[in-house]
């Protein structure tokens, strides 16, 4: 299996006999609980990084506790965990959840309790999930897919948090609208990212995604790198009237890889089908060696 597949099934599905980690504690996934003054339960304050597994070994582990450790400095949470600590801990997580296929790791980081039900003490609690991935559509890859946009921005850019509120009444107004995504659009039009996704179009022949105001994506990171001897590559925001023009789109995350886009709201990109720019990241992505970077 490739590190960026175009779709993926697990032959094991969630169950009691996950093994969650909480709180300095391994757990059954039915008994693991933290208590109800969490500041994560009472204000949504946390932070949360996903990653995937290769042949049973995350994937860009320390990129992505680094960026859980950024998100965690941006919305003011304190670690007492190093990234080592951390690490160790993902590493025996899984390996208490040998059995399946392929696996999602969840790092979450909650508020910790809170006397006032507001102000964190400085006891955050650190839960990690290992959990079989989903299932992706083929026909993603083969025949692109609908996003559609919407008027919302990420709180706080750069910080992967918890709080989901905005990005899942989105994404319930895209199935409502048969599409996969939904863009996060200003008041000036101006599109960063998706709400679990990062963003690119060609422009005439020049990749363009924007570099600020975004969760910069594991994932997107090496699009870049092997998109760059393969195009001129344009780092700034895209405005809805060039998206709904560009040649090609499409989007990128740690579970989808590059998806095309066809469809933007009621416009037709292009000509209606993934493009052959957008095929030739999809190739480069799928022979790029994931043991580089999945400890293989």
């Known amino acids: 299996m490739k590190l960026f597949p ?3 099934e697990n032959k094991k599905t969630v169950d009691k006999k996950n093994i969650y980690y909480v709180n300095g504690k391994f757990v059954e996934a039915d008994k693991a ?3 109800v003054d969490d500041l994560a ?3 949504g304050l946390g932070v949360c990084d996903l990653m995937r597994t290769f042949n049973g070994m995350p994937c860009f582990l320390e990129e992505h506790i680094a960026r859980l450790e950024t998100s965690a400095e941006k919305i003011g949470l304190t670690l007492p965990w190093s990234g080592e600590t951390i690490e160790k801990i993902v590493l025996e997580t899984l390996e208490r959840n040998s059995d399946m296929d392929n696996a999602n790791i969840r790092i979450i980081i909650t ?4 006397s006032d039900f507001m102000t964190p003490r400085g006891e955050p609690r650190l839960i990690i999930l290992v959990t079989p991935m989903p299932s992706i559509p083929a026909h993603w890859y083969t025949h692109g897919v609908k996003v559609i946009t919407t008027l ?3 709180s706080i850019p750069g910080a992967k948090s918890i709080s989901y509120i905005s990005a899942s009444l989105a994404l319930k107004k895209a199935r409502e609208q048969n599409a996969m995504e939904a863009l996060l659009m200003d008041r000036d039009g101006n599109i960063p990212e998706g709400t679990t996704s990062n963003l690119f179009a060609f422009i005439d022949n020049i990749l363009v ?7 910069e994506g594991i994932t997107r ?5 092997l998109a760059e001897p393969l195009f001129p590559i344009e780092f700034r925001t895209l405005h809805i009237d060039e998206l709904l023009n560009a040649r090609e789109v499409f989007i990128s995350g740690t579970n989808k890889g590059v998806v095309p886009v066809v469809q933007i709201n009621d ?3 292009g000509n209606g089908k993934p493009g052959k720019n957008t095929r030739k990241i999809i190739n480069a992505m799928e022979n790029h060696s994931p043991e580089l970077s999945c400890g293989g």
């Open 267 to 269: 416009t037709v990109v």
């Open 209 to 215: 995604t924007a570099d600020t105001g975004v969760l």
């Open 41 to 43: 339960v009472l204000r």
């Open 111 to 114: 508020g910790g309790s809170s």
């Open 33 to 35: 609980v933290i208590p």
């Open 152 to 154: 919302s921005q990420r």
């Open 6 to 8: 175009g779709h993926w």
């Open 221 to 225: 990171k090496v699009i870049l790198s």
